[in-house]
């Protein structure tokens, strides 16, 4: 039997994205431990909901959270992504007026 763990696939993405903004696929399917076309998926669904935005620059990507969207979860939808986030380590950015 798999040993299981309290945060999803999606969710150490995310954190990992959030700590490294220009963090591959590769490198994000390593940290995972799920193949490079798996952790695309992620990304992929991390973009179509709104939790990530991609701006290319040169050969790569670089990612930026969205910390004011809620966690899908029904039961904690009062939580945003960016309490999640910071819960595991990261640090947010304040944006210069």
Do not use: C
């Amino acid at each position: 039997m798999p040993e299981w763990t309290f945060i999803t696939k999606h969710a150490v993405a995310l954190s990992l994205i959030a700590k490294h903004s220009r963090i591959t696929a590769l490198e994000l399917g390593a940290a995972i431990g799920v193949t490079e076309r798996a952790v695309r998926k992620i990304i992929a669904d991390l973009y179509a909901a709104g939790y990530i935005r991609k701006k290319r620059e040169g050969r790569g990507v670089r990612y930026r959270i969205n910390p004011d969207l809620s966690l899908r979860q029904h039961t904690h939808r009062e939580v945003d992504i960016g309490d999640l986030l910071t819960s595991l380590g990261w640090k947010r950015n304040r944006r210069r007026k």
